[in-house]
């Protein structure tokens, strides 16, 4: 396969790509030879996120290290390790910003990832992006923001209803997960979308008048596992 305009190339087995995805499967409908490598090209796919879902296909498991980092810093994860370990305050302090900064890499990674999962529509990678997203982000309560660009490549790539849309709204609801006002600003930008806006702003609302249905909880409160599901709809 050559991904992205720079034509990267990967050496992908035919079976890994078809199993997994619904889009390789018509991709390479017919195209598969036993005499010879087939090779494919797919441009507007960027080769950062291929290459994140040659690893999957294999591994079944998100491959952090395929991720560019500024300036060849460490990878979140090790970072979250090392905070686990350090005992000194001022380190714990530089950790704690560290973390913050390349945890905002990540959650853009993973939400731009997520996107071209649906693009392979893969929804079994998708559901595994959301669990990360959900882990990192809510339930370890990891301080960082989703960043505008970022935000507005969600408005453009997906629909109404889409659970990449709800995930960004809750994210930017959630006091615990945004942090002070400032990081919100922060994550909406100057021309945040309008359906963004108008979520938050109904949330808020019925927040101050108290107007939850019966039975119906405050999405801040909700258990976040399975919400940002894709049904499956085959093995």
Same mark, same amino acid.
């Given at each position: 396969?050559?991904?992205?305009?720079?034509?990267?190339?990967?050496?992908?087995?035919?079976?890994?790509?078809?199993?997994?995805?619904?889009?390789?499967?018509?991709?390479?409908?017919?195209?598969? $030879?036993?005499?010879?490598?087939?090779?494919?090209?797919?441009?507007?796919? !960027?080769?950062?996120?291929?290459?994140?879902?040659?690893?999957?296909?294999?591994?079944?498991?998100? *491959?952090?290290?395929?991720?560019?980092?500024?300036?060849?810093?460490?990878?979140?994860? &090790?970072?979250? $390790?090392? @905070?686990?370990?350090?005992?000194?305050?001022?380190?714990?302090? *530089?950790?704690?910003?560290?973390? !913050?900064?390349? !945890?905002?890499?990540?959650?853009?990674?993973?939400?731009?990832?997520?996107?071209?999962?649906?693009?392979?529509?893969?929804?079994?990678?998708? =559901?595994?992006?959301? *669990?990360?997203?959900?882990?990192?982000?809510?339930?370890?309560?990891?301080?960082?923001?989703? !960043?505008?660009?970022?935000?507005?490549?969600? *408005?453009?790539?997906?629909?109404?209803?889409?659970?990449?849309?709800?995930?960004?709204?809750?994210?930017?609801? =959630?006091?615990?997960?945004?942090?002070?006002?400032?990081?919100?600003? &922060?994550?909406?930008? &100057?021309?945040?979308?309008?359906?963004?806006?108008?979520?938050?702003?109904?949330?808020?609302?019925?927040?101050?008048?108290?107007?939850?249905?019966?039975?119906? &909880?405050?999405?801040?409160?909700?258990?976040?596992?399975?919400?940002?599901?894709?049904?499956? @709809?085959?093995?």
């Amino acid at each position: 396969m050559l991904a992205g305009p720079e034509e990267d190339k990967y050496d992908v087995h035919h079976t890994r790509l078809v199993r997994h995805s619904a889009y390789f499967r018509k991709l390479l409908a017919g195209k598969q $030879s036993d005499d010879a490598p087939v090779v494919v090209k797919v441009p507007k796919i !960027s080769a950062t996120y291929f290459e994140m879902y040659c690893h999957w296909v294999y591994t079944s498991e998100l *491959d952090y290290e395929a991720l560019d980092y500024d300036d060849g810093a460490p990878c979140f994860v &090790e970072l979250n $390790s090392r @905070l686990q370990e350090e005992t000194d305050e001022s380190e714990r302090e *530089d950790l704690l910003d560290a973390i !913050s900064e390349q !945890s905002r890499i990540l959650a853009d990674h993973l939400i731009r990832f997520w996107i071209h999962a649906d693009l392979f529509e893969d929804a079994k990678c998708q =559901n595994t992006i959301s *669990d990360e997203l959900t882990k990192w982000f809510f339930d370890e309560h990891i301080p960082t923001s989703i !960043s505008p660009s970022t935000i507005a490549f969600v *408005d453009e790539q997906t629909r109404p209803g889409c659970p990449l849309r709800q995930f960004c709204i809750d994210w930017i609801d =959630n006091e615990s997960g945004v942090g002070s006002k400032g990081s919100k600003r &922060e994550c909406l930008g &100057e021309k945040a979308p309008k359906w963004l806006l108008l979520e938050l702003l109904s949330l808020k609302m019925r927040r101050e008048e108290g107007e939850w249905e019966e039975e119906e &909880e405050d999405p801040r409160e909700a258990d976040k596992k399975g919400r940002y599901y894709i049904c499956l @709809l085959s093995e």
